[in-house]
Nanobody
């Protein structure tokens, strides 16, 4: 079983930046997708950003141009650089590893953006 551990969350003022890190206990290259999801209180979990083995990325419209997902295969980490943060970005952010017959989640890291 693969363990995913998120870090980098915290409290930041609107307009500021945070960089989230997802550390995996196994090679992330075995997965078809690595992604970041978020869930705010009272809302459904949504995809924020995803990167495939081929390096293709997708973003939810609300973060397009502000967030960047990246990976370091050697270090077994996935990052989410979040710039120009808005109060609406406040949520628990989860790391996800998805592949054939595999789907792993971290426990999340809280991001709070004050206005």
């Amino acid at each position: 079983q693969v363990q995913l551990v998120e870090s980098g969350g915290g409290l930041v003022q609107a307009g500021g930046s945070l960089r989230l890190t997802c550390a995996a206990s196994a090679s992330i290259f075995v997965f078809n997708h690595m992604g970041w999801y978020r869930q705010a209180p009272g809302k459904q979990r949504e995809l924020v950003a995803r990167i495939t083995n081929g390096g293709s990325t997708v973003y939810v419209d609300s973060v397009q141009g502000r967030f960047t997902i990246s990976r370091d295969i050697a270090k077994k980490t996935v990052h989410l650089q979040m710039n120009s943060l808005k109060p609406e970005d406040t949520a628990v952010y989860y790391c996800n590893a998805f592949g054939v017959a595999m789907n792993y989640w971290g426990n999340g890291t809280l991001v709070t953006v004050s206005s």
